[in-house]
């Protein structure tokens, strides 16, 4: 009998005012009673329109079936036959525009919990199963795969269980890409992302970190020299913006990404580890994506009294998760909407001591159908901080295409593919995530990874 709640079994969270202080993870996960109550919501539709919503079309009624059975590994196994990562897409991917947003239970309530249940399958299999995947034997052919994040993760995944000898080059000493350097722990625990690595080493991909491709070796190398018959580039969009207003320089101005890096995959939270990291009593961190709601939590947790986001839209225009501004609003973020930064002013010795803010009205609606914020004359005011976190969105780093001949970029420093979405204009490499997107999610980025692993499979079948 189907559960008829409207509402979805919520989820157990550290207290906020305990959380606000740790790095631990916010969200503890189901039980094993609150999956099989969330379980029983779905109806198990005809024509699930959920698997429509989701890039990597997770057979999600069935594998919900299996958890109603109390199956935790079949439900597992149906996951993972399209979903690699599952345990990280159960806790970062924005399911509420994505599977949730088609669920048919979300017309008279609440959706059906689907990344929530993921996230418990996901998690019962890795405190369940001790049983590593097994190396299938090798086809003879060699793929390189330029980062480690999603997209990389998943074509390795993919073309490693069809026998390729797969060897991943990431720039950074730890792979995982945004998923270990941007994301904080509190939100994805390292140890699961490590944990999906080890599985990818476990099927013969080899995972050689320290190595800027473009600087260490170019792709000419990897494929003329080193014998790799197709490249896959997943290189990110790590290239941050700046504002270029007055005071940019002053010591205390970053960007979300440098901030975060150090935070997470440097662990400047923890003594033990010698980071570098700014010592803030007051933060402000300009933006109103999850980046900026990432980097606002970090502040908070590493000990600053005070820390204001600066958007200069309104709430409703906010881009970041619900999920994620409620968590922040619950730890004490003071959000100052509705507020541009026109100004950072500096002491005498160079360093930050407050952000000029400007207030903004919204008029009318611009390219982007959101309504254009516009500068209320004379209501400057100036912010108390001596950190000014910068997270305005970012861009693909050009030092790939600027190294490899034939590799076209557009205007935005994205790399051009064609109609396959992931065939770049050089012949055996392939790109997918958001190197070829711009800024994106984990969730797309994997649906690119599948789809080059596909597409280099068939080029090399085809030479
Ligand atoms: C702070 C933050 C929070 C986010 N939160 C969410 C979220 O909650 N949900 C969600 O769905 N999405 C979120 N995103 C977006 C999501 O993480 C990205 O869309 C996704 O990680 C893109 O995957 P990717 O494989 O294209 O690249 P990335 O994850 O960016 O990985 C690229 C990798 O390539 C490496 N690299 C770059 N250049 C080179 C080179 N020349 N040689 C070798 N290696 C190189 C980089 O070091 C990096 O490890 C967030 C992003 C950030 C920054």
Redesign the pocket.
Known sequence: MANMTPVKTPMPNQDPEVRAHNFEEVALGYTEEMAQQEAARCLNCKNPRCVQGCPVNVRIPEFIQKVVEGDYEAAYQIITSTNALPAISGR???QESQCESKCVRGVKGEPVGIGRLERFVADWHRTHSTEKPAKPESNGHKVAV???????LTCASDLAKQGYQVTI????HTA????V???PEF?LPKAIVQGEVDNLKALGVEVMTD????KVLSIDELMEDMGFEAVFI?????LPRFMNIPGEGYAGVCS??EY?TRTNLMKAYLSEYDTPQLKSKAVAVVGGG??AM?ACRCAMRLGADKVYIVYRRSMEEMPA?NEEIEHAQEEGIDFRLLCNPVEILGDEKGHVCGIKCIQMALGEPDASGRRRPVEVPGSEFVLDVDTVVMALGTSP?P??RSTTPGLEANKRGCLVVGEDEVSTTREGVFAG???VTG?????L?MGAGKKAAAAIDRYIKSK
């Open positions: 970062v991917c924005p330029v980062g480690s994040g999603p997209s990389s080059f990431e720039a950074f995982g890409g945004v998923l350097y941007g994301i939100r190595m800027v491709i473009g997943g290189t990110g969009a790590g979300a990404n975060l999850n980046v990432d998760r780093n030092l790939i995530g958001d190197a800024a994106a999610t984990v969730i980025a």
